[in-house]
Nanobody, 121 residues
Framework: QVQLVESGGGLVQAGGSLRLSCVAA????????MGWFRQAPGKEREFVAG????????AYADSVKGRFTISRDNAKNTVYLQMNSLKPEDTAVYYC??????????????WGQGTQVTVSS
């Protein structure tokens, strides 16, 4: 069992930056693949970024490549999402997730409650 709590969301102007954090409760954090997803109003939840349990592999949605960076610190049971050059279309609730699936975009078993990111133009 893994409990996830996100933080770091907020209101930022276009072109600005935010760093999201997700702290996990549970001893097995370092064995889980971690991912960030987002859901905008009226849209389905979509994959944003994923990172392997050893942090030796990452994956990104095309829409965020070159602007977002996912990282993790297993000693702190925390995964991060550094978001730069934010655009209004990045506005969404951002969720972190933990799983042991083989695909970065699916196979997540645990989800956080989400943190709101709003980018103004």
């Amino acid at each position: 069992q893994v409990q996830l709590v996100e933080s770091g969301g907020g209101l930022v102007q276009a072109g600005g930056s935010l760093r999201l954090s997700c702290v996990a409760a549970g001893r097995a954090f370092s064995t889980y693949r971690m991912g960030w997803f987002r859901q905008a109003p009226g849209k389905e939840r979509e994959f944003v970024a994923g990172i392997s349990w050893r942090a030796d592999s990452t994956a990104y949605a095309d829409s965020v490549k070159g602007r977002f960076t996912i990282s993790r610190d297993n000693a702190k049971n925390t995964v991060y999402l550094q978001m730069n050059s934010l655009k209004p279309e990045d506005t969404a609730v951002y969720y972190c997730a933990a799983g042991r699936g083989s695909d970065y975009t699916t196979g997540y078993d645990y989800w956080g409650q989400g943190t709101q990111v709003t980018v103004s133009s």
